[in-house]
């Protein structure tokens, strides 16, 4: 019996490792990141725009920041994961209470910032604008609903 | 027979579709689209619109919750019942420069008419031509809800005595066109000092400090400070970043609004015209400064 036992153990363990390892991140921890990831990407968009309204050179920056856009605005859905309403954060409870809505935005989000950096390969600056004002779309529809107001 | 019975029926159909076009020209096709450009401008739509995704436009029923209590907008579309059906350009005019509604009584200055006040009679005509352009709309909304104190409307009689300027924006000739044109988007037609201008314990907002903020605002949050100061206000904002906001929503930083002004930007300033949003740019960087 004792032998056997064993090797299930160890199975049993190395199968339940990653489940552990991620149920593992504190909240606190995934709210730091979630935070880091926004606070990159509104540094991209300052950048993006200091570039494409002609206030700094750096034309060959512009594609490297909409694809850092369009990289990290397709990760925004795992930044919310359950038990990460309360805290050191703003966003509001309200989000894992409309999951889909929320959904929808994370998906215009992930939409709006691939559109952007393709606008931007492309070299389109019509697409590029129309798409930087369907990201900002995006971004303020999320804000307008999911994040707290400042106080 | 049959051919007579087609022809018939075209000329009904002809009849209907002539019938539906007389009665949406009735109003001249020009002030109906400038008056569009305003309502949008003016922030209406962002007030008189419930909060809900499928809510028609200006049908009303928004909850604005101040610290007076919530106050619920009216039916801007021409409904008969529950709308603005049957006004003339004279109540509309009323409403928009003294709060008074056709029945003689008085708005709460959730409505903002002591900025609409200052709007322009082609701007208010306008706005009229547009607002019975609209579909009817039959939708009733609810009460507002209010402290005791604010029961009797013979409160806001008090109120207008104590806080409210009526009169036309008077162009200050000192000023650059542009200087003009914002300070008229800005004072009036988008009446950004509803919320950005604080107010005294009447509610009444302080006209020398226009624009310097507030710490208690529509969404309980703070409002901030938008004169030219570079330490409290935007003075470091360059007039291309005001107007990108204003465009886009987004702050120098790259951060996006949300919360109201997320919905001003949408509604209102997003909506508006390169010229007049280069306009708001430069009366801003003017506020609050020696000119």
Known sequence: ?151 | MRRALRSLTTLLALAIALAGTAARAAEPPDAVERGRYLVAAGGCVTCHTADQPDATPLSGGRALETPFGTFYSPNLTPDEGTGLGGWTDQDLERALREGVAPDGSRYFPAFPYPAYTGLSDEDVAAIGAYLRSLRPVRQAVPEHELPWYLSSRRVIWAWNLAGFRPGRFVPDGSRSPAWNRGAYLVRHLGHCGECHTPRNLLGIPDPRRELAGTPAGPDGGKVPDITADPESGIGRWSADEIVMFLEYGVLPDGDFVGASMGDVITDNTSRLTADDRAAIATYLRSVGRAP
């Open chain 1, 1 to 151: 019996m004792r032998p056997r036992l064993l090797p299930a153990l160890v199975a049993i363990t190395a199968l339940a490792l990653p489940a552990l390892a991620t149920s593992a991140t504190a909240p606190a921890d995934a709210i730091k990141y979630r935070k880091a990831v926004m606070s990159a990407m509104s540094d991209h968009v300052s950048a993006f725009m200091l570039i494409n309204f002609g206030k700094v050179e750096h034309q060959a920056h512009l594609l490297p920041h909409a694809r850092a856009l369009a990289d990290l605005g397709a990760q925004s859905k795992v930044l919310f994961p359950a038990g990460t309403d309360s805290g050191d954060t703003d966003a509001l409870p309200l989000i894992w209470q409309e999951q889909e809505r929320f959904g929808k935005l994370a998906a215009d989000l992930e939409s709006a910032s691939a559109r952007l950096r393709d606008a931007v390969a492309a070299n389109d600056k019509a697409g590029t604008m129309a798409a930087f004002k369907a990201l900002g779309e995006s971004c303020k529809g999320c804000h307008d609903r999911y994040r707290k107001a400042d106080d």
